[in-house]
């Protein structure tokens, strides 16, 4: 199973060494090898600028010569994707939610009705399913619930066949940590 990570933390960071190891642990030696840890602080990212050339011009590229295509070919190539962010006003951070916006490159510019709702068709055939993790200093009951109506909808645009999303606490021991890992891969399991 390949998991890609798009994780808002520092790689060195205590919360993001917790998530990577469970989620290693999660996996067990063989597919262990399989996790791309994508920091999104080492790379540069451009803000989408909603030009629509990703869809008009550059068949699903965005047209900016930035990281993202890098990215965006993990994330799309693998099984379960896991996003790792912090919790800002109910929402993903500011380098998190640049990526969640350009990934609309991975969608066509049809809509389709589903379950009595548009959304745009998917561009490739195979999506990956949705692990949200946000971290919040103190969790708070309101902005959770506005992250996980969020990671909700955002799992439903981008095609995911299963998603799992929680707010854990900066302070969360690493078997807290493991808990939710564990309950989320279980979850999204393909």
């Known amino acids: 199973m390949k998991v890609c990570i798009l994780n808002g933390f520092d790689k060195s960071s205590a919360i993001s060494e917790d998530v990577f190891n469970s ?3 999660q996996l067990g030696d063989d597919d262990a090898s399989h996790i791309e840890n994508l920091a999104l602080d080492a790379v540069q990212i451009q803000y989408c600028k909603g030009c629509f050339g990703c869809w008009f011009v550059n068949n699903g590229k965005c047209v ?3 990281s993202f295509e ?5 994330y799309i190539s693998s099984d379960v994707a896991v996003v790792l962010t912090r919790v800002v006003f109910g ?5 998190v939610k640049r990526v969640i916006d ?12 589903t379950k009595g709702e548009y959304n745009h068709r ?3 055939p195979k999506n990956p399913n949705l692990i949200t993790i946000g971290v919040m200093e103190n969790k708070n009951e309101k902005e959770t619930g506005i992250f996980r109506e969020l990671t909700e909808r955002n799992s439903i645009n981008l095609h995911a066949d299963s998603w799992y999303s929680e707010v854990i606490s900066e302070s969360d021991s690493y078997e807290a940590i493991n808990d939710v890992i564990q309950k989320a891969m279980k979850k ?3």
């Open 23 to 25: 989620i290693k642990g």
């Open 64 to 66: 900016f010569n930035d």
């Open 70 to 74: 890098e990215i965006a070919r993990n």
């Open 91 to 95: 929402g993903y951070e500011a380098k």
């Open 102 to 113: 350009k990934f609309i490159c991975l969608l066509l510019p049809l809509f389709e009705k």
């Open 122 to 124: 998917k561009r490739y």
């Open 188 to 190: 999204v399991r393909v």
